[in-house]
Structures are given as C-alpha cells and as structure tokens.
Nanobody
C-alpha cells in the first residue's frame, strides 16, 4: 500500500513563496494522476493542481500563473511550487495519488 508524506508547508508573508513536496513510499505510475488539493477553514476541499503523463498539468483558476506542479517519477515525488502567495491561499494542502491521501501540510499566508 502506497503512503504519501508531505512537507514544505509553513508561514509566509503575502507575495512570498513556498515549495511543497509529496513523496510516495512505494512505486507510483506516471499514468495515474497525482496532485494537490487544499482545504481552508470552514470551506470544502478544492483541487489545486494535477499532473499525469501525456497531459498538460491542470490548475485551479485561482492559482494559474502563480503555482507550478511537477513530478519526478523516478523519485515517486510530486512538487508544488507556490509563488506570489496570497492570504486566500491559506489552507491545509493535501497530496493525493489515485485514491490515496497524505496527512496534509499547513500553509499560512499573512497579510
């Protein structure tokens, strides 16, 4: 059973950057989507970015042009580079692979 471990969250000021990392404990297959969701306090979980081989990455409209998802299949790892962060990006960010979820990492953007 694949397990996912996220890292890279933290506190940053508006306009700052963070890089999230999610590593799978077992082998992953590039044809299975891998990506990130987020859930802000009191709100529903929403998709942020997804990557799968053979397709362009998919982004939520709210993060297009600011976030970049990438995947290293040899390392069973997916990254989320977040630039120009805004207070509304504050949330717990969850990595997923197929129907498997990580434990989440908190991202807080101060105004």
């Amino acid at each position: 059973q694949v397990q996912l471990v996220e890292s890279g969250g933290g506190l940053v000021q508006t306009g700052g950057s963070l890089r999230l990392t999610c590593t799978a404990s077992g082998r992953t297959f590039s044809f299975i989507p891998m990506g990130w969701y987020r859930q802000a306090l009191g709100k529903q979980r929403e998709s942020v970015a997804t990557v799968v081989s053979g397709s362009n990455p998919n982004y939520a409209d709210s993060v297009k042009g600011r976030f970049t998802i990438s995947r290293d299949n040899a390392k069973n790892t997916v990254y989320l580079q977040m630039n120009s962060l805004k207070p509304e990006d504050t949330a717990v960010y969850y990595c997923y692979y197929s129907d498997i979820w990580g434990q989440g990492t908190q991202v807080t953007v101060s105004s």
